[in-house]
């Protein structure tokens, strides 16, 4: 084994990682964004949304 094997696989061993680290956020944002849509959907809200004007605290 040579020199650039080690060289060129680590490379490809850090761009794999970030590969996955990049397609595993962007699953899970599609899934948090799915369950924060069936929360609305309930009528559960988010905490930063604005109270309705009639229900001001």
Do not use: N
């Amino acid at each position: 084994m040579t020199h650039p094997f080690y060289v060129y696989g680590s490379y490809g061993f850090a761009a794999g990682m970030i590969i996955a680290v990049i397609a595993w956020t962007w699953i899970d944002g599609r899934l948090r964004r799915r369950e924060m849509a069936a929360l609305e959907a309930s009528g559960i809200r988010r905490r930063s949304q604005r109270a309705p004007e009639g229900k001001a605290k």
